[in-house]
């Protein structure tokens, strides 16, 4: 078994501008490190091995002529597989696209490569990201590290795993209703959505769905936030991304006086009990470190959620339907019964779902003049079985409330705000609980920084070591689990 890369961006980084270590010498080690772990847990669409040789040999050759080098010199990452990255393939987990090779990188890969970080392979999703699951007819089932029989949540679970496991330093992912939070939570990481506009979404089918966001992963906010620092900017081909405010995250600041308000359901979501009983131990962690924390939350309702779900449903549909209708037979019969009744809705319908969304905007806008965070869980529970399924957790129980398993959602109806998953220790089943922050908009400094407070007292927890024994079959598309 090789062994997993702990070290954070910033010693790598240094290390290699030092001469401690070369490029390549952390490049061979999370090359192996990746493969071991996908044999196990299956997190990679493509591992990468002579494209990020080549980058690091580049790095290194760099350094012996006396050329600075950047920020993330040698550091490796990966990138969720519907992401471009010129030269690697772009299958977004279904056979429609079985064969895409991207011919650009995205702008956010750009300025990563730029920085100096060596991308060492392309991570699994749900097909066209479309599940709180992370498996797909084309790349089969991804595991959870903490336990391999249940999923690391989706759709950027391979992301959560590569990072959750030491094969990479951070990975990146998207985000539309929580496919960066969710496995974060899952897996014991710390995720963000940062808010719109601040990271380039020149690779989305729709420049004007304003739900879509680039994320990162990491094991630490300072890797997080190290990785943020180069994505931020605007670009002009996202015009969301212009005249935005410069955001900076160093050093970081003091809670004390900070509004914090938590909410335990967001008023009507059905969460287990020991998830709430982490949230209450990481709102006492800020209250001892001096935040202001009371009890409240918008003035939000199920009603909001099931639009949000109308409305990622049509988006399947608009930019995916026609691609998958030519390999239906090969499609997740989920995700084809989404975009089959997605059709069905009326341009009006959608409309008439924009006023629950402006009166959701309305209702966070007052929320904000009395707090500056909404703390909340970021899941209902810990990881689920690999077999499960998004359409279970789309019911009411029998006192009104959703049933949903991520409280994320919602978050993406009003995305100028920033959200963060932070770990905050684990269920009676050993696996991970993750807390969630929200910030009033365009302040991902301000989620950060509480995140930094939790995670400086409850650390960042590493899976056990019980995976790398455990042999897996893992299913392809030809003996589907999950159908």
């Given at each position: 078994?090789?062994?997993?890369?702990?070290?954070?961006?910033?010693?790598l980084?240094?290390?290699?501008?030092?001469?401690?270590?070369?490029?390549?010498?952390?490049?061979?080690?999370?090359?192996?490190?990746?493969?071991?772990?996908?044999?196990?847990?299956?997190?990679?669409?493509?591992?990468?091995?002579?494209?990020?040789?080549e980058?690091a040999?580049?790095i290194?050759q760099?350094?012996?002529?006396?050329?600075?080098?950047?920020?993330?010199?040698?550091?490796?990452?990966?990138?969720?597989?519907s992401?471009?990255?010129?030269?690697?393939?772009?299958?977004?987990?279904?056979?429609?696209?079985a064969?895409?090779?991207?011919t650009?990188?995205?702008?956010?890969?750009?300025?990563?490569r730029?920085?100096?970080?060596?991308?060492?392979?392309?991570?699994?999703?749900?097909?066209?990201a479309?599940?709180?699951?992370?498996?797909?007819?084309?790349?089969?089932?991804?595991?959870?590290?903490?336990?391999?029989?249940?999923?690391?949540?989706?759709?950027?679970?391979?992301?959560?795993?590569?990072?959750?496991?030491?094969?990479?330093?951070?990975?990146?992912?998207?985000?539309?209703?929580?496919?960066?939070?969710?496995?974060?939570?899952?897996t014991?990481?710390?995720?963000?959505?940062?808010?719109?506009?601040?990271?380039?979404?020149?690779?989305?089918?729709?420049?004007?769905?304003?739900?879509?966001?680039?994320?990162?992963?990491?094991?630490?906010?300072?890797?997080?936030?190290?990785?943020?620092?180069?994505?931020?900017?605007?670009?002009?081909?996202?015009?969301?991304?212009?005249?935005?405010?410069?955001?900076?995250?160093?050093?970081?600041?003091?809670?004390?006086?900070?509004r914090?308000?938590?909410?335990?359901d967001?008023?009507?979501f059905?969460?287990?009990?020991?998830v709430?009983?982490?949230?209450?131990?990481?709102?006492?962690?800020?209250?001892?470190?001096?935040?202001?924390?009371?009890?409240?939350?918008?003035?939000?309702?199920?009603?909001?959620?099931d639009?949000?779900?109308?409305h990622?449903?049509?988006?399947?549909?608009?930019?995916y339907?026609?691609?998958?209708?030519?390999?239906?037979?090969d499609?997740?019969?989920r995700?084809?019964?989404?975009?089959?009744?997605?059709?069905?809705?009326?341009?009006?319908?959608?409309?008439?779902?924009?006023?629950?969304?402006?009166?959701?905007?309305?209702?966070?806008?007052?929320?904000?003049?009395?707090?500056?965070v909404?703390?909340?869980?970021?899941?209902?529970?810990?990881?689920?079985?690999?077999?499960?399924?998004?359409?279970?957790?789309?019911?009411?129980?029998?006192?009104?409330?959703?049933?949903?398993?991520?409280?994320?959602?919602?978050?993406?109806?009003?995305?100028?705000?920033?959200?963060?998953?932070?770990?905050a220790?684990?269920?009676?089943?050993?696996?991970?609980?993750?807390?969630?922050?929200?910030?009033?908009?365009?302040?991902?400094?301000?989620?950060?920084?509480?995140?930094?407070?939790?995670?400086?007292?409850?650390?960042v927890?590493?899976?056990p070591?019980?995976?790398?024994?455990?042999?897996?079959?893992?299913?392809?598309?030809?003996?589907?689990a999950?159908?």
């Amino acid at each position: 078994m090789s062994e997993p890369l702990w070290d954070s961006a910033a010693t790598l980084a240094a290390d290699v501008k030092s001469g401690r270590r070369t490029a390549v010498s952390i490049a061979t080690q999370a090359l192996a490190r990746s493969r071991s772990v996908q044999k196990r847990l299956n997190c990679f669409a493509e591992i990468a091995d002579d494209y990020a040789l080549e980058a690091a040999s580049a790095i290194d050759q760099k350094r012996a002529r006396g050329l600075s080098l950047g920020p993330l010199a040698g550091v490796p990452i990966a990138i969720k597989d519907s992401t471009p990255v010129a030269g690697l393939g772009m299958r977004s987990g279904s056979r429609a696209y079985a064969d895409v090779v991207a011919t650009r990188d995205s702008v956010l890969v750009h300025r990563l490569r730029a920085a100096g970080a060596i991308i060492v392979g392309k991570t699994t999703l749900s097909e066209v990201a479309y599940s709180s699951f992370c498996d797909s007819p084309l790349t089969g089932v991804t595991r959870n590290p903490w336990n391999p029989d249940t999923t690391p949540g989706g759709s950027s679970g391979g992301s959560a795993v590569a990072v959750a496991t030491g094969c990479v330093t951070f990975a990146e992912g998207t985000d539309m209703g929580g496919s960066v939070r969710i496995p974060a939570s899952f897996t014991g990481l710390i995720g963000i959505k940062p808010s719109a506009g601040r990271i380039p979404n020149d690779d989305q089918p729709s420049l004007m769905d304003d739900i879509a966001h680039h994320g990162l992963l990491a094991r630490s906010s300072e890797d997080l936030v190290r990785g943020l620092t180069v994505a931020f900017g605007p670009d002009a081909t996202d015009p969301l991304t212009l005249g935005k405010a410069h955001v900076s995250f160093d050093p970081p600041g003091s809670v004390e006086g900070l509004r914090i308000a938590v909410s335990s359901d967001l008023g009507f979501f059905s969460v287990e009990p020991y998830v709430v009983e982490r949230l209450e131990a990481a709102a006492a962690i800020l209250a001892a470190a001096g935040a202001i924390v009371t009890r409240s939350a918008p003035e939000w309702n199920r009603g909001m959620a099931d639009a949000w779900v109308r409305h990622w449903h049509v988006h399947l549909a608009a930019h995916y339907g026609s691609d998958l209708q030519r390999v239906q037979d090969d499609v997740d019969p989920r995700l084809w019964s989404i975009i089959t009744n997605a059709k069905k809705y009326s341009a009006v319908e959608l409309k008439e779902d924009e006023h629950l969304r402006t009166l959701q905007w309305k209702r966070m806008a007052t929320f904000w003049e009395t707090a500056d965070v909404l703390l909340s869980p970021t899941m209902s529970r810990t990881a689920v079985a690999v077999e499960g399924d998004d359409a279970s957790y789309h019911t009411v129980t029998d006192d009104g409330r959703k049933h949903g398993l991520d409280l994320t959602s919602m978050f993406n109806w009003v995305p100028w705000c920033p959200a963060v998953s932070v770990p905050a220790g684990s269920g009676p089943d050993g696996l991970p609980v993750g807390v969630h922050i929200a910030a009033q908009p365009f302040r991902d400094d301000v989620a950060l920084n509480v995140a930094r407070v939790i995670e400086a007292a409850l650390g960042v927890p590493a899976p056990p070591d019980s995976w790398m024994d455990t042999a897996r079959v893992m299913t392809r598309a030809s003996s589907h689990a999950r159908r």
